[in-house]
């Protein structure tokens, strides 16, 4: 008789929401299907798109695939914003929801990708309730974060309640999957007996598409057509794409480069966060004019603003928590082949320096150093298809689900 077994995985953000985790998470469910042992059935149970208050976008509460063998299943959360209390309150929210649905179920096998530690720990408190293998993908170390996060005066309660936590749910995994090789430091020097991978965000086969089309087919950049003999204009798109949020500190750096840069440079921000307005704010007090910001928007659409772009501008908080990760957006940047000008310090920064050309690092809200790196780039594409095909998702995400399947063959 065949085995019958159920495999949970939990993600706080499933499509069609946006943001790196989920797709990441879409893309090791589609791993796992393919790999899962016969008469295995997997179960997701994510949220309704919640990221960002403008991006609307309808999706069932549950839905069933490949006659039933998988069942993604989106709990609805509470009107939030992106602050730290509301986010908590979601939080809250997901976790009743999914305490309760999870209640007298069998699990032969829990995976729990989390980017703020907690859901990673709701995963070991359903793996252990359930007797379950719990296998943790941990995309952030939130315990660093703290400091930067908590009133003055609750850090060291706070911090000690969250490690506890953390320790909590580490040890009780049978595998910890690391999103960047830079938290090997952190984590292997507090659990020196558990069972650590590397699986990075990689390049999503959007992206990677569309670079070998790139690459098949290469237009010229918009810089190379402004600054042509003859041309009227000579000002550059410098685009940036994601989160404004704390974490970011956008709002710290680009007033100050966008009026600097004025006479040479239109900013282009597709995204939203919970530091926008602080963001409005400093660009109107600095007299800034040559700064856009819209809504998110799909990634099939956002690749072709790519396309449309002469720099790719990333930048992560002055916060030693981010000397350790490897932002998701690198890699879709790096896949486009366009110049990238980033503000990393400490191992993205070797990681860009060791894998990405044409890059220009500078140290976070460091706005001259930013104006010196800027002026290193090259404006022109320049393919990066070994990057891709060495960081393509697909492949890192079937490594990752045949790292957690092992767990119960």
């Known amino acids: 008789m065949k085995k019958r077994g159920k495999i949970l995985l939990l993600s706080f953000y499933f499509p069609p929401d946006l943001g790196a985790g989920s797709f990441r998470s879409q893309a090791l469910v589609e791993a796992l299907m393919k790999q899962m042992p016969t008469g295995y059935a997997l179960e997701v149970i994510s949220t309704a798109p919640n990221r960002y208050a403008q991006y609307d976008s309808a999706a069932p509460e549950i839905e069933t695939f490949d006659q039933g ?43 729990a990708t989390s980017s703020r530690l907690m859901t990673g720990v709701l995963g070991r408190f359903v793996a252990g309730r359930a007797s379950a293998r719990l296998y943790l993908d941990i995309r952030d170390i939130f315990v660093e974060n703290l400091p930067f996060l908590l009133p003055r005066g609750t850090q060291r309660l706070g911090i000690g309640f969250f490690s506890a936590l953390e320790r909590w749910a580490v040890r009780y995994a049978a595998k910890v999957n690391l999103v960047s090789p830079g938290f090997r430091g952190y984590f292997e020097q507090r659990f020196p007996d558990q069972v650590f991978t590397w699986h990075t965000n990689g390049v999503d086969p959007l992206f990677a598409d569309g670079a070998l089309q790139d690459a098949e087919h290469p237009q010229p950049a918009t810089a190379d057509v402004e600054n042509a003999p003859g041309s009227a204009a000579s000002r550059l798109r410098v685009l940036y794409a994601g989160n404004i949020g704390q974490c970011q500190g956008i709002d710290r750096i680009l007033p100050t480069l966008a009026k600097r840069l004025e006479n040479r440079v239109d900013f282009l921000l597709i995204g939203d966060g919970g530091r926008r307005e602080a963001l409005e704010a400093a660009l109107s007090a600095e007299g800034v004019s040559n700064v856009e910001i819209r809504a998110p928007i799909a990634r099939d659409q956002l690749i072709e603003q790519y396309r449309q772009a002469d720099v790719l501008f990333l930048h992560l908080n002055d916060m030693f928590c981010f000397s350790r990760v490897i932002p998701s957006k690198l890699f879709e940047y790096a896949a486009m ?26 140290e976070p809200c460091d706005a001259e150093s930013a104006l010196a790196a800027f002026e290193t780039l090259a404006m022109a594409l320049q393919p990066r298809q070994a990057f891709v095909e060495r960081f393509h998702r697909d492949r890192i995400m079937r490594e990752m689900a045949d790292d957690a399947l092992a767990l119960i063959r």
């Open 337 to 362: 082949g366009k110049p990238i000008w980033a503000g990393v310090r400490a191992f993205p920064a070797e990681f860009c320096q060791a894998h990405i050309n044409n890059t220009a690092v500078f």
């Open 69 to 111: 063998r998988l069942t993604v299943r989106r709990v609805d959360l509470p009107s939030h914003q992106s602050g730290m209390l509301d986010q908590s309150r979601a939080f809250l929210a997901y976790a009743w929801q999914v305490a309760r649905l999870t209640r007298g179920q069998h699990y032969d096998l829990v995976i």
